[in-house]
Structure formats: structure tokens, C-alpha cells
């Protein structure tokens, strides 16, 4: 079925162990989003994408790295994982950065770092 | 940094009332986004816009750009519609410029 699909939709790992979230879209849209969302907090980029090969850096990139080798997929790596980055985790995809076709996310990963 | 407040954070509500969910912002934007969280976790895409009004079934959302704020409204609530909504404004500037407000979260009660 076309659309977003996150992976793994729940993680228990270990504080310092690195950990790589997956997104995979069938849309073949350009923009890819990765944010958090936290109690108290509204969702939160971390990083983005224009393109293969073009990311960028969000509100809130400190522990993160991403890749985009190919337009479909934008993994998203937590280096050495900290209990700070426990957190439900949105993969989003755009046609345009102005998301004048709206956008759509992933279901989501729930992320627990102990 | 544009800065996004809903009110109220919580509502709870009969099933068959009309609800009303306020979004402001301080920055003019170029478009203003609604989404629906359901209880699962997934995000919705409802509405996009950037001025007057749409609809779609039972919901509008309404914006005033001289006065920085939308409002979701859902005429004839049901249970189904419980979720937490959430307004995102887009200040423009490409495509880090989203800010997300915190949420409603809304129940209806049968």
C-alpha cells in the first residue's frame, strides 16, 4: 500500500548503543521530514531533505545523523542514544517545501531509551 | 521564531456539540495547517490554508491573518472524532519553517 512506513513502531535500547530508525515513502515526494514529539512540546524538526543527498539540519539535531542515498528512503541514526532522546519518533513526507499538497506522516516509532 | 499557542489543551465534550479549537501565532505566515492525531499515534493531514475558510464534512477551519489566528470547528461531534488536533503554521522561508502548537486533545463523550 502506497504511503509511509516507519520501522521499527516500538525500540527499548540501551543508553550509548547506537539505534537507526527507517523510513520508506511510495510517494516518490521530494521533501522527507524527521521530527519528535515530546510531552509539553510540539513536534519538533530534527532534520530534513530536499532531495537525494541534500539534508539539513532542523530545531533540534544535537545525536542525530541522517542519509538519503535514494528518495524513497531517509533513515534516521541515533549515534550513542541518550535517555534525553526517548521520544515518539514522525517520519513526514512533502511534494514542495511549502506543502501546498499538504503532507504525510508516518505512524510513528516509539522510542525508549534506558 | 513564530510562535504557536491552542487553546484550550484539553476539552472534553457531549457527543452532537459543536466544538471549537483557537489557534494564534505571532508571525505572519503564509499558510496555516490543521492535523489530527489519532489515539494510535497517526497524523492526518486536514486542512491547509491561507485565508477565509474551508470545509470538509463536518469540520471547517477558519483563518483571520490580521489577527494571527484559526479556529477548527467540528459541527455535530461524535466519539470518533476524538483525537488531539494540532495547528502547524508555516512562516514561509522553505522547508524548516513549520511550527507545530502543542495540541488539543479532545474527547467526546457518547
Redesign the interface.
Known amino acids: 500500500d502506497a504511503g509511509i512506513t516507519q520501522s521499527p513502531r516500538y525500540k527499548i535500547t540501551e543508553t550509548g548503543r547506537q539505534v537507526t530508525l527507517m523510513c520508506h515513502q511510495t510517494w516518490s515526494h521530494s521533501?522527507m521530514?524527521w521530527y519528535r514529539q515530546d510531552l509539553?512540546?510540539?513536534?519538533?524538526?530534527i532534520y530534513?531533505s530536499?532531495a537525494a543527498d541534500i539534508t539539513?539540519k532542523?530545531?533540534v539535531p544535537d545525536g542525530y545523523v541522517v542519509s538519503r542515498s535514494k528518495t524513497e528512503n531517509f533513515p534516521l541514526t541515533l549515534e550513542s542514544a541518550t535517555r534525553s532522546q526517548t521520544s515518539?519518533y514522525?517520519c513526514?513526507s512533502?511534494e514542495s517545501?511549502?506543502?501546498?499538497y499538504?503532507?504525510?506522516?508516518g505512524?510513528?516509532t516509539?522510542l525508549t531509551v534506558v | 521564531k513564530n510562535e504557536?499557542e491552542q487553546s484550550p489543551q484539553n476539552l472534553t465534550a457531549q457527543e452532537g456539540e459543536f466544538i471549537t479549537i483557537n489557534c494564534s501565532y505571532s508571525v505572519g505566515i503564509?499558510?496555516l495547517?490543521w492535523?489530527q492525531q489519532h489515539p494510535?499515534?497517526?497524523?492526518?493531514?486536514l486542512f491547509?490554508l491561507s485565508s477565509g475558510k474551508k470545509k470538509h464534512g463536518r469540520l471547517i477551519a477558519t483563518i483571520n491573518i490580521q489577527e494571527k489566528h484559526s479556529s477548527l470547528h467540528i459541527t455535530a461531534s461524535h466519539p470518533r472524532d476524538s483525537a488531539v488536533y494540532?495547528c502547524?503554521a508555516?512562516s514561509?522561508g522553505?522547508?524548516?519553517g513549520?511550527?507545530?502548537?502543542?495540541?488539543t486533545h479532545l474527547i467526546i463523550q457518547p
Open positions: 521533501y521530514f509539553g512540546h510540539g513536534l519538533r524538526l530534513y530536499a539539513d532542523g530545531e515518539v514522525f513526514a512533502s517545501s511549502t506543502f501546498t499538504g503532507y504525510t506522516f505512524s510513528g516509539r | 504557536v503564509s499558510a495547517h492535523l494510535g499515534g497517526g497524523i492526518v493531514s491547509m494540532i502547524a508555516h514561509g522553505g522547508a524548516d513549520l511550527t507545530f502548537g502543542k495540541g
